[in-house]
């Protein structure tokens, strides 16, 4: 489960809608604290260097000095996707794999929240329940 403030998601669904009107995906570094459940407690937007409508890119530096802003630990990485898919894209499943953090899509159009884990017990990539959903 995770547990996301409301705050916080009101940040994601904020950038949702800024996404949906550049027409670009957005993406955000998500920090808080894993143990049962992920605690997402403070997000900050970071830009998709890719500039692009379908993919996302974010940049060493800017991940680096984002990191440094933030004493809670990084727990996942944020971004929206256009086409309405709340399912991940192939690119998505690598970097799962790759990173094993938590991944969450905004989806655009239903402006909603969905997150996926890689599962090690399962070897397998999980999608996460989050409960104070609005919608
Ligand atoms: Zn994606």
């Known amino acids: 489960m995770i547990i996301i403030s409301t705050n916080v998601l ?3 669904h904020d950038l949702i809608k800024g996404s949906q009107s550049m027409q670009r995906e957005v993406c955000a570094l998500l920090f808080g604290k894993k143990s049962v459940n992920y605690q997402i407690n403070e997000i900050e937007a970071i830009p998709n260097r890719a500039r692009s409508s379908n993919r996302f890119h974010i940049g060493r ?3 680096e000095s984002c990191i440094k802003r933030h004493k809670r ?4 990485i944020f971004h929206t996707h256009l086409n309405g898919e709340s399912s991940l894209s192939v690119a998505d499943k690598q970097q799962i794999k790759k990173t094993k953090c938590l991944w969450l899509i905004g989806v655009c159009e ?3 929240v969905k ?3 890689f599962d090690e017990e399962k070897q397998d990539i999980i999608s996460i329940q989050i409960p ?3 919608c």
């Open 115 to 117: 997150a996926y884990t």
């Open 73 to 76: 630990d990084l727990i996942g």
């Open 110 to 112: 239903k402006t909603i």
């Open 61 to 63: 530096d800017d991940y």
């Open 10 to 12: 009101t940040q994601l």
């Open 132 to 134: 104070n959903q609005r």
